[in-house]
């Protein structure tokens, strides 16, 4: 089978291809998009490209990426002869634009989670100083494991993902320390009212039936447990109702509309 995976730099006045720079650890900013289907449509992309450009200015790289550009650049890169379920990361400097696709590691039943102490700086960007992420990511399989990051006891984020909590078919999520990602932000969105903010304590958790991971890359996915706290998933009624949601929404996207 033909080679879909690609890794593309561009000058960002231009869109003149150069050689490829994944643009780690450089001052800029990244995102991820799924790429699913045939033809392929990608998930969240105008909520992702606004997030993007909008962070971009926050670091005072006032150069945007549009929608028709983005379409523009990418329509010679994929191919609707192919079924995708990739991730398409689009990383951002001052002076270059950089795509990558990667295959997208489908999650698998009784998920993991693994407690560590550190808070990413500059958390409310999406930015490129990614160094620790990268290496808390790389030591784990990240098809049914996943680090959760933490501060003084207190739940932050996952490494790509979003946690939510339930306990007493109420659904929560932390306060704050975390970056707000896309897909967590599609589904405050579809459950308007129903996400409460708390300062969530590692000591506490205990007290909660599900913990649910939101993600670009993951979708949605039911924690089974965190051995380390000796938590285990007790129920998975929020996550199935979640899934559902999602499901429904990934099956209506049309190529077009993306």
């Not at 995976?5 to 780690?24: A, C, G, P, T």
């Not at 932000?185 to 506490?204: A, M, P, S, T, W």
Request: aromatic share 14%; hydrophobic share 35%; net charge positive.
């Amino acid at each position: 089978m033909e080679n879909i995976l690609f890794k593309k730099s561009y000058q960002l006045n231009s869109y003149k291809e150069v050689k490829f720079d994944d643009l780690w650890n450089d001052k800029g900013i990244f995102t991820t998009i799924r790429v699913l289907g045939k033809p392929y449509r990608y998930i969240l992309l105008k909520q992702h490209l606004k997030n993007l450009n909008k962070s971009l200015k926050k670091i005072k790289i006032y150069k945007s990426i549009g929608l028709n550009v983005f379409k523009s650049i990418t329509s010679n890169l994929l191919n609707n002869k192919y079924k995708y379920d990739h991730l398409l990361r689009i990383a951002v400097s001052s002076n270059l634009l950089s795509l990558s696709l990667r295959i997208r590691p489908k999650p698998k039943k009784n998920f993991m989670g693994y407690i560590v102490d550190y808070k990413r700086p500059n958390f409310k960007l999406k930015n490129l100083n990614y160094q620790k992420i990268l290496n808390y990511i790389r030591s784990i399989n990240t098809k049914y494991e996943e680090i959760i990051l933490t501060k003084k006891n207190f739940i932050l984020e996952g490494c790509t993902t979003n946690l939510l909590l339930v306990k007493n078919k109420n659904l929560y999520m932390p306060k704050e320390g975390f970056y707000p990602g896309v897909t967590l932000k599609f589904f405050q969105q579809h459950l308007k009212g129903r996400i409460i903010k708390k300062d969530i304590n590692i000591k506490e958790l205990g007290n909660y039936d599900e913990i649910i991971l939101v993600g670009s890359g993951k979708g949605v996915v039911s924690l089974y447990k965190i051995e380390k706290l000796k938590w285990k998933r007790k129920q998975d009624f929020f996550f199935k109702k979640m899934l559902n949601i999602y499901s429904k929404y990934l099956n209506s996207i049309k190529y077009e509309t993306n």
